[in-house]
């Protein structure tokens, strides 16, 4: 059985790129790749990387868990983004 969510009473999200927060996750990496390019971030390799792919991992486990079979899947790969970001 396929997730779908329910954005209104009358539609359904069919592909992980319609989520608003999948789309807010791209926005936060794009941003966080174009400040770690810059200045002393930019000289931190570590840093700069570690941040930047700590971005990729939360657009990555929304599209991931969107794509599982359960809601609880689903669930669960919303919390390992929601870890990311911290």
Excluded: P
Excluded at 6 to 19: C, G, I
Excluded at 22 to 34: E, F, G, M, N, V
Excluded at 38 to 67: K, P
């Amino acid at each position: 059985m396929r997730v779908h969510l329910m954005v209104s009473r009358m539609s359904k999200v069919e592909r992980f790129e319609d989520l608003i927060a999948w789309q807010k996750a791209r926005i936060l990496t794009r941003d966080i790749y174009q400040v770690t390019q810059q200045g002393a971030f930019a000289r931190d390799f570590g840093l700069s990387g570690q941040i930047q792919r700590a971005a990729v991992s939360i657009m990555s486990n929304i599209a991931e868990g969107f794509e599982r079979s359960y809601l609880g899947e689903f669930h669960q790969f919303l919390s390992i983004a929601k870890s990311s970001c911290a």
